[in-house]
């Protein structure tokens, strides 16, 4: 009978993006190498940390537990804990089972997760396959394996290096060889190359090579097909900077369009390589795209080793917006040098560009990066375990990092859940505040409602009862019937092109006026009021309107 090993992770939560790509890439490696293919059976194990699936998996490892060679732990920031404890759990009931463990957490400290006997540093494919080859041979200490990347928490060493890379031409693909079973996930997680060309402090690429290494096209080719024979509904290309090669971008969008032109992709790009034939293929396909924008100013982003040029990322945003291509941004709060006015600044030039969504992130101090080695001297307190964000810096008080995450909560309710994209600052224009006045007025208007149990149509109220306050508190309430109707008619439309839902709605003004693009105030002054109820429905060009009475 072949040994079992097992390749176990834990996911953030039940979402399309839960999927357990790391894990599966070393089962997928163990699988087809040479040194292990024939002698080992290999198991692929992931739960959510939002359910109790871990107990079940555990379960499963006790009942074969004599057949079990080793468990190989797949360790990330919102997981350490689940899997140290795991790993804790397996070791106490069977000591004789190798506990291997590895992913970024690993990678940035290998010596420092105790509970295994064996920690992989940097990509295991190679590495972790040579390591089962010498466990099945029993040495008793196992003194004499020696691999690169391999270590053994609580011998000493006198330097920590990374496993050697593996060649991505000779990778077998997970989801071609059945390692990944799309049918148990709502979405897709696509690997294209790996390594970045930048050197952001803050990120665990900041002390990789500084390049990038590509799959064969032969690969994706497969791939792409496999997700529309599968017809996998969202794919997420986890490239850092998509666009990075902009021969390779552009012949990729073209595969998708022949390939799986009903599949959704999801894009990380760098706004400063955007041109009109990028965003041209762009718009071609079903994509968005995210861009880390992170700051607008140039000392914050120098102290983490960021480059920005605000003039061209601002034209190049611009271009995507005139070809329809949807796109969103991430910031930062707690980055060394930025203050709560600037950030507030950040959020303002973000929403100026009419993003589709605003992702808004504490600042985390990841063990292993450049940030890491230097935050001391930056200013920067930070928590010692997951998910290491920042506490205080020079620039941002205790408090002034819990109003940040109040004020990151209260944008993504009201801006990304509440769909406001299309009327946000056609009906703060009315107002003269700042996107991140109003918003940092929501997170209080909020109170203490929990997001994921408002429904759309309670946030809809929550949307009007606020800019209904808003427009009493700086006198333009007699405006707020066209603000009303605008988001009013916005989101029945974003519902029916997200849910496919018609629905009647009652509007003041004609439907016609309320799409034309003037501001409130033109259309408030210039438009006579037409009481009527809009009908919403599918016309040729997706979500379409026509009054019914």
């Known amino acids: 009978?072949?040994?079992?090993?097992?390749?176990?992770?834990?996911?953030?939560e039940t979402s399309p993006q839960a999927v357990p790509l790391g894990a599966a890439c070393i089962?997928?490696?163990?699988?087809?190498?040479?040194?292990?293919?024939?002698?080992?059976?290999?198991?692929?194990?992931?739960f959510s940390l939002e359910d109790s699936a871990s107990a079940e998996i555990e379960d499963e490892i006790i009942s074969c537990a004599e057949n079990v060679l080793a468990v190989c732990l797949s360790v990330f920031v919102w997981n350490r804990g689940r899997m140290e404890a795991l790993a804790t759990k397996i070791k106490r009931s069977?000591?004789?089972?190798?506990?291997?463990?590895?992913?970024?957490?690993?990678?940035?400290?290998?010596?420092?997760?105790?509970?295994?006997?064996?920690?992989?540093?940097?990509?295991?494919?190679?590495?972790?396959?040579?390591?089962?080859?010498?466990?099945?041979?029993?040495?008793?200490?196992?003194?004499?394996?020696?691999?690169?990347?391999?270590?053994?928490?609580?011998k000493e060493t006198d330097a920590v290096c990374r496993s050697s890379a593996p060649s991505l031409q000779n990778l077998a693909s997970p989801w071609l060889d059945g390692t990944l079973d799309p049918s148990l996930y709502s979405g897709a997680l696509w690997e294209l190359a790996r390594g970045c060309p930048f050197r952001c402090s803050y990120c665990y690429e900041s002390k990789g090579e500084k390049k990038v290494r590509y799959f064969p096209v032969?690969?994706?080719?497969?791939?792409?097909?496999?997700?529309?024979?599968?017809?996998v509904p969202q794919v997420?290309?986890?490239?850092?900077?998509?666009?990075?090669?902009?021969?390779?971008?552009?012949?990729?969008?073209r595969l998708i369009k022949r390939k799986a032109p009903g599949t959704f992709f999801s894009f990380e790009a760098r706004a400063e390589f955007i041109d009109r034939e990028l965003a041209r293929a762009f718009a071609s396909i079903q994509c968005s795209l995210q861009f880390g924008l992170q700051s607008v100013h140039k000392n914050?982003?120098?102290?983490?080793?960021?480059?920005?040029?605000?003039?061209?990322?601002?034209k190049n945003i611009g271009i995507l917006n005139q070809e329809g291509v949807v796109f969103g941004f991430d910031l930062i709060y707690g980055l060394p040098e930025d203050t709560p006015e600037g950030f507030r600044q950040s959020v303002d030039f973000a929403l100026s560009l009419y993003p589709n969504n605003i992702e808004i992130f504490c600042l985390s101090v990841l063990p292993g990066t450049d940030l890491c080695d230097k935050a001391g001297s930056l200013g920067l307190e930070w928590q010692n375990v997951p998910p290491y964000n920042v506490i205080k810096t020079r620039g941002f008080s205790c408090m002034d990092i819990e109003k940040a995450r109040r004020f990151s909560y209260a944008a993504d309710v009201f801006?990304?859940?509440?769909?406001?994209?299309?009327?946000?600052?056609?009906?703060?224009?009315?107002?003269?505040i700042r996107p991140s006045v109003f918003l940092e007025e929501f997170s209080g208007f909020m109170g203490g409602e929990n997001s994921s149990e408002i429904t759309f149509?309670?946030?809809?109220?929550?949307?009007?009862?606020?800019?209904?306050?808003?427009?009493?508190?700086?006198?333009?309430?007699?405006?707020?019937?066209?603000?009303?109707?605008?988001?009013?008619?916005?989101?029945?439309?974003?519902?029916?092109?997200?849910?496919?839902?018609?629905?009647?709605?009652?509007?003041?003004?004609?439907?016609?006026d309320l799409m034309s693009g003037y501001p409130v105030r033109f259309l408030h002054e210039n438009c006579g009021k037409f009481k009527n109820k809009t009908q919403i429905f599918g016309g040729k060009n997706g979500a379409d309107w026509r009054v019914v009475s």
């Open 415 to 432: 801006y990304n859940k509440g769909r406001a994209v299309p009327w946000f600052n056609m009906v703060l224009e009315p107002l003269r």
């Open 300 to 314: 914050v982003l120098d102290s983490v080793n960021r480059s920005f040029n605000k003039k061209l990322f601002a």
């Open 1 to 12: 009978m072949r040994k079992i090993v097992y390749c176990v992770t834990a996911l953030a």
């Open 236 to 253: 997420f290309v986890l490239d850092p900077t998509y666009n990075a090669d902009k021969k390779r971008a552009l012949d990729i969008i």
């Open 94 to 154: 069977f000591p004789e089972i190798h506990l291997i463990a590895g992913g970024p957490e690993i990678t940035a400290s290998p010596l420092s997760f105790k509970n295994a006997d064996w920690t992989v540093s940097g990509e295991g494919e190679e590495s972790v396959p040579q390591l089962l080859s010498c466990l099945m041979r029993g040495n008793p200490d196992m003194a004499d394996i020696e691999i690169q990347g391999v270590y053994r928490p609580g």
């Open 457 to 512: 149509s309670r946030l809809q109220e929550l949307q009007l009862e606020f800019v209904s306050v808003q427009y009493k508190k700086h006198r333009v309430e007699k405006m707020f019937p066209v603000a009303r109707d605008i988001i009013v008619l916005n989101n029945a439309l974003s519902l029916f092109t997200a849910e496919g839902r018609k629905s009647c709605v009652s509007l003041c003004y004609h439907p016609d």
């Open 27 to 46: 089962a997928s490696a163990v699988k087809n190498s040479p040194l292990t293919k024939s002698a080992l059976e290999v198991r692929l194990a992931a």
């Open 218 to 231: 032969e690969r994706i080719e497969h791939e792409l097909e496999f997700f529309a024979a599968k017809k």
